[in-house]
C-alpha cells in the first residue's frame, strides 16, 4: 500500500508559482550546465529578480525535501520486501519432505508447501496488522491459533523454528507495548488491569507483576507532583501524602490479588516492594514535607498517628506494613520528644531566674484551666504547667508507639530539675550547691525566695504539680477505658486517676522529689533557729548545764529557740491556710517535718550529747528540768494544732531519756515537778507568745507541787497537753 501511495504521489509532480517543479530542475540535470555561468547571470539582476529568486530557491528546498522523503519511503519499502522474502525463503528451506511418509492425521504435507508458505505469510501479516492498529485482544487470539497451528505442524516435523522465532520477535513487540502502555500515567484502572492480564496471557507472569506494582508507583509519583504543602498546617499535608500513598499500595494490593491470586512468588514480591516503599515513603514524608520546616514533636506525633492509621487498613490485605513505620518513625519521635522536653526545662529555668514567687491564678485567657477551681501558683510554675499540659496533648497519640513510658520518664526528669531550681531558690541552698545535685541546670541563675511566704509558695507550686495537676495531665496517655472521667473536673483527681500502675508509680516518684525540697525547706529553718548568722549554736549543751549555777530563781518559761520556733510554726501554719487551700494534708505535714528536723537534730547532735554526758560540767536538776520543759513544749503545740507525728514523739522520748541517763550518772537525785506543771506553763507560754497573754498578779510559776526522784519510766511516757 506504502508502495502504490508512494507511485501516485510521483505521477503527480508538484506545482507552485505556476512553475512546473521538475521542469526547473531539469537545467540542474543537463551535464552542460554551468554553475559559474549561472551565478554571473544571476548577479546582475535587480531588487524584484532578487526577491523572485529568493522565493524560487525556497521551493527548491521544498522540492528537494519532498523528493528525499520519498526516497526514504521506497528505501523502507525495499527493507520490507527483502525481510519478507527471506522469512519465506527460510520457511521453504526448513520444510521436511519425505515422499515415502505423507501425514494422514490432517496435518500440513509435503504436497502443501505452498498452501504452508501462503498461510505463514499471511499469518505474520495478520499479526503485524493487529499490533499496529493496537487490537490487543485479537492479537492474542491470534497468538494462541497460531500457537495450535505450530503445534501441529511440529508434531509432523513440517515447519522448523523460524516461524516461532518470528512469533516470538511479535509477542516480545506486543509485551513492550502493553509494559509501556501500563506505565502511562494516563491509564487508569481498568485499562492498567487489562494490559497487565494480556502481558501475563503471553507467558511472562514476573514481568507482568513486576510491570503492574512499577505501573502503580509511576502514579503515584506523577499524583505527588500536583500536590503542595498545605497551609493549614503539617497535619493536613500528612494526611494528604499518606492517602496518597498508601491508597496506591491498597490498589496494587487488589490488582495484584485480582489478577495473580494467592501465589507465594508474587505475594512475596508485593510484600518486598510494598516495605521498600514504605520505607522510602517514610524520608519523603518526614525528612522533605512534614517535617521539613517545623521538626517538632506534635509534627512528629501527628505524621506518624495519621501514617499508622492509613497503614492499619492494610492489615487485612495482608500486609502488615506497621512494623516498618515504626522502626524508622520512633527514633524520629524521641528525638523530637527529647528536643520538647528540653524546651520546656529550659524556658522554666529563665522563667525562675525572674520569678518573684508570688502565687497568682492562671492569666486570663490561659488554656487547660479547670472549669471547678483554678490554681495559685508562680509564673514559672504557670509557664511549666502549660508546657507540660501541651506536652501530653501532643504525645496522647503514641501510645501505639510504646512511648507513653519514655515521655514519662523525661517528664519526671525534667519536673526533678525543676524542683532543683526551687531548691537553688532558698537562701541557704547556695552554699550547699557542691553538695548537691542540681542536674542539668549548671549555673543557672535563679531568684532568691527571701520571705517565708516566698518560701512557702516554692512548696505550693512543687506540691500541686505533683500532686494534681501534673497526674491529670498523665492521664492523656492512659488508654480510653480509664479516661471515661478524666473531663470530670469536679471531681478531685486523685479520686479517678492513675489507676494504671504506672502511672501511680509515677506519681510516687514525684511526689518523693517534692520531699526532697521539703526537707531543704525544713532544713534551712531547723539551721536558721540552731545557729547565729556567725555559726553559733543557740542550742548547745550550755544552755541547760549552766543553769545550776544560776540559783533556784529562774522563771520557767520554754528556751528562747523553741519559743522561736513556736512563733515561726504560727506565721508558716497561718501562710499555708491561705496557699494550701483543699491541700491542708500537706500544709499539715511540712510543719510535721519543720519540728521533726529541729528534735531530730537535736537527738543525733553528736558534740551536744558529749557535753551533757561528759562535761565540761554535770547535767544538774535544774538543767534537766528545763530540757524537759523545752520538749514538753514542742509536743503540747504540737498537739494543740494537731501536728504531732510519731517521729516527733520518738525523738523528744529519746532526748528526755538521754538527759535522764546523763543526769542519773552524776548520782544526783532528780525532782522533776508532775506533767500538770509542765502542762500549764506550756499553755501559759503558748497564749503569751500568741498575745493571748492571762492575767496571774505577776505570780511565776513554782514548782511546788513536785515529787522527789520522778521516775524515769514517768518522764518517758510524759502525756500531751
Not at 516492594?273 to 512534614?290: C, G, M, P, R
Not at 517565708?452 to 516554692?458: F, G, I, R, T, V
Not at 547532735?605 to 520543759?629: A, H, M, N, T, V
Not at 535522764?660 to 497564749?687: R, V
Request: charged residues 25%; negative net charge.
Amino acid at each position: 500500500m506504502a508502495a502504490k501511495t508512494a507511485a501516485r504521489t510521483k505521477s503527480t509532480p508538484t506545482k507552485e508559482n505556476g512553475v512546473r517543479v521538475e521542469e526547473g530542475l531539469s537545467m540542474f540535470k543537463s551535464d552542460k550546465f554551468d554553475a559559474d555561468a549561472y551565478v554571473q547571470s544571476k548577479c546582475s539582476i535587480n531588487q524584484k529578480d532578487i526577491k523572485q529568486l529568493c522565493s524560487y530557491l525556497l521551493d527548491l528546498k521544498r522540492a528537494s525535501a519532498e523528493e528525499m522523503r520519498r526516497s526514504g519511503e521506497l528505501s523502507s519499502i525495499r527493507d520490507l520486501l527483502s525481510t519478507q522474502a527471506t522469512l519465506i525463503h527460510a520457511l521453504a528451506n526448513g520444510v521436511y519432505i519425505d515422499d515415502g511418509d505423507k501425514p494422514c492425521d490432517g496435518s500440513f504435507g509435503d504436497n502443501d508447501l505452498s498452501a504452508l508458505e501462503k498461510w505463514a505469510a499471511e499469518y505474520l501479516d495478520q499479526l503485524d496488522a493487529l499490533l499496529a492498529e493496537r487490537r490487543v485482544d485479537e492479537a492474542l487470539t491470534a497468538f494462541d491459533e497460531g500457537e495450535i497451528l505450530i503445534s501441529q505442524a511440529n508434531e509432523s516435523h513440517t515447519l522448523s523454528s523460524s516461524l516461532q522465532f518470528a512469533i516470538s520477535q511479535r509477542k516480545r513487540k506486543l509485551a513492550d507495548q502493553l509494559a509501556k502502555a501500563a506505565c502511562q500515567p494516563s491509564t487508569r484502572g481498568g485499562e492498567l488491569r487489562s494490559a497487565i492480564t494480556a502481558l501475563k496471557r503471553l507467558g511472562d507472569g514476573p514481568r507482568a507483576h513486576t510491570v503492574l506494582l512499577d505501573a502503580h508507583f509511576q502514579r503515584y509519583q506523577y499524583n505527588m507532583q500536583s500536590l503542595r504543602p498545605s497551609s493549614n498546617g503539617v497535619a493536613y499535608t500528612a494526611a494528604a501524602l499518606s492517602q496518597l500513598f498508601f491508597s496506591a499500595i491498597s490498589h496494587a494490593s487488589s490488582d495484584s490479588l485480582g489478577i495473580f491470586g494467592e501465589e507465594p512468588a508474587y505475594s512475596s514480591e508485593l510484600v518486598t516492594w510494598a516495605t521498600k516503599q514504605t520505607e522510602a515513603f517514610f524520608f519523603l514524608l518526614v525528612k522533605k514535607h512534614a517535617l521539613a520546616s517545623s521538626g517538632g514533636l506534635r509534627a512528629a506525633a501527628e505524621c506518624a498517628q495519621i501514617a499508622l492509621g492509613h497503614c492499619s487498613l492494610l492489615e487485612a490485605r495482608g500486609l502488615s506494613l506497621c512494623p516498618v513505620l515504626l522502626k524508622h518513625f520512633k527514633p524520629v519521635v524521641e528525638q523530637a520528644l527529647e528536643a520538647n522536653l528540653k524546651r520546656i526545662e529550659d524556658n522554666t529555668a529563665a522563667m525562675a531566674a525572674a520569678d518573684d514567687w508570688v502565687l497568682t491564678y492562671p492569666p486570663a485567657g490561659s488554656r487547660h484551666v479547670g472549669t471547678a477551681f483554678q490554681n495559685k501558683l508562680t509564673s514559672s510554675a504557670h509557664r511549666f504547667n502549660l508546657m507540660v499540659q501541651d506536652f501530653f496533648e501532643d504525645v496522647g497519640p503514641l501510645l501505639s508507639m510504646q512511648l507513653g513510658s519514655k515521655a514519662l520518664q523525661g517528664l519526671f526528669r525534667v519536673f526533678n530539675s525543676y524542683v532543683d531550681v526551687l531548691i537553688r531558690a532558698l537562701p541557704g541552698s547556695i552554699e550547699d550547691e557542691e553538695e548537691a545535685n542540681f542536674e542539668g541546670f549548671g549555673n543557672k541563675i535563679v531568684q532568691m525566695a527571701e520571705t517565708e511566704a516566698h518560701q512557702l509558695a516554692l512548696l505550693a507550686n512543687a506540691s500541686l504539680l505533683a500532686d494534681e495537676l501534673l497526674p491529670r495531665a498523665a492521664m492523656k496517655l492512659a488508654p480510653l477505658d480509664q479516661t471515661s472521667h478524666r473531663t470530670d473536673d469536679v471531681r478531685r483527681p486523685s479520686d479517678r486517676q492513675n489507676r494504671n500502675p504506672e502511672q501511680r508509680e509515677w506519681k510516687r516518684r514525684l511526689l518523693s522529689t517534692v520531699d526532697k525540697l521539703k526537707d531543704a525547706f525544713c532544713r534551712q529553718h531547723a539551721l536558721g533557729l540552731i545557729f547565729t548568722e556567725e555559726g553559733d549554736s543557740r542550742l548547745s549543751a550550755d544552755l541547760y548545764i549552766n543553769m545550776d549555777e544560776n540559783g533556784e530563781d529562774v522563771d520557767w518559761f520554754p528556751s528562747l529557740v523553741f519559743q522561736e520556733l513556736f512563733a515561726k510554726f504560727n506565721r508558716m501554719a497561718s501562710l499555708a491556710a491561705d496557699m494550701f487551700v483543699g491541700r491542708e494534708r500537706f500544709a499539715t505535714s511540712l510543719l510535721m517535718r519543720l519540728k521533726e528536723t529541729v528534735i531530730l537534730w537535736l537527738s543525733g547532735d553528736q558534740s551536744f550529747w558529749d557535753d551533757i554526758e561528759k562535761g565540761p560540767r554535770p547535767l544538774g536538776p535544774l538543767g534537766l528540768r528545763q530540757l524537759y520543759l523545752d520538749m514538753k513544749f514542742v509536743t503540747c503545740f504540737a498537739s494543740h494544732g494537731r501536728y504531732r507525728s510519731r517521729n516527733l514523739h520518738r525523738g523528744t522520748n529519746e532526748i528526755i531519756s538521754k538527759a535522764l541517763a546523763a543526769f542519773t550518772a552524776t548520782g544526783l537525785d532528780s525532782e522533776l515537778p508532775k506533767d500538770d506543771w509542765f502542762t500549764e506553763i506550756c499553755l501559759d507560754g503558748m497564749e503569751r507568745l500568741s498575745g493571748k497573754a492571762k492575767g496571774n498578779n505577776g505570780e511565776v510559776h513554782s514548782p511546788t507541787a513536785s515529787v522527789s526522784a520522778q521516775s524515769v519510766s514517768s518522764a518517758r511516757s510524759h502525756g500531751s497537753c
